[in-house]
């Protein structure tokens, strides 16, 4: 099976930069991806790395260092609208499934 | 295209009801998933299911739970007589394919409420 692990919850003001970092434990890696929830709404999706190294999307970067299983999703420039609960989820290449850590609550304050 | 349509979105069932929760996936999506979530915790799977057929539903009980995805209309998860503990935010979602590239896309949620 697979176990992941990331911090419950992160507090920062707006205009700051969050880190939040994701470690796993998975038989067989096929990709690391990260998912956002606002108030137990619809999950969207973020962003997924397959190879180590950063992919940028706009304000979030998110990282991968397999040989650590180990990732991080980064938020720069926070915005109000940015709290809310943020996933790593691994797909094991054993089969199709993704499975998901327990989420970091982020607050943004003014 | 509206997205992943579930519904309904909030469902209240006393103990020993049962309960139908429906999931229509996203228009050329084939690729069905169901997870289960409980307040401040993560997304625990459940099932996945491709057009007829069950792939993996290694996170379902297997008592009272069962799936389905015919050729035509919706995915169908069902919880016969429920009980307190079914309490909870079912969510589903859809992918073309298997390619997490691209991720999946979620629905709403059902939230079900066993009195």
């Known amino acids: 099976g697979q176990s992941l692990e990331q911090p419950s919850e992160v507090t920062a003001v707006e205009g700051a930069i969050v880190q939040i970092n994701c470690t796993y434990q998975?038989?067989?890696?096929?990709?690391l991806s990260w998912y956002q929830q606002h108030d137990g709404g619809a999950p969207t999706f973020l962003s997924y790395?397959?190879?180590?190294g950063l992919e940028e999307t706009g304000r979030f970067s998110s990282f991968l260092s397999r040989s650590d299983s180990y990732g991080y999703l980064l938020l720069q420039e926070l915005q109000m609208k940015d709290s809310a609960s943020y996933f790593c989820?691994?797909?094991?290449?054993?089969?199709?499934?993704?499975?998901f850590g327990a989420g970091t609550t982020v607050t943004v304050r003014a | 295209n509206a997205g992943v349509m579930q519904n309904p979105r909030h469902l209240v069932r006393r103990r020993g009801q049962e309960a139908r929760l429906r999931c229509s996936p996203m228009?050329?999506?084939?690729?069905v998933y169901w997870y289960r979530q409980l307040p401040e915790e993560g997304l625990k799977f459940m099932v996945y299911?491709?057009?007829?057929?069950?792939?993996?539903e290694s996170g379902m009980p297997k008592e009272r739970f069962s799936a389905e995805f015919p050729k035509e209309g919706p995915s169908i998860l069902r919880i016969q007589q429920v009980v307190r503990g079914d309490s909870a935010a079912y969510f589903c979602?859809?992918?073309?394919?298997?390619?997490?590239?691209?991720?999946?896309?979620f629905g709403s949620g059902t939230r079900l409420t066993v009195v």
């Open positions: 979602a859809s992918s073309p394919n298997t390619d997490s590239r691209y991720g999946y896309t």
């Open positions: 998975t038989s067989g890696f096929y990709g």
């Open positions: 790395n397959a190879l180590d």
């Open positions: 989820a691994v797909r094991d290449s054993n089969d199709y499934k993704l499975s």
């Open positions: 228009k050329g999506h084939s690729h």
């Open positions: 299911l491709q057009k007829e057929n069950i792939i993996d």
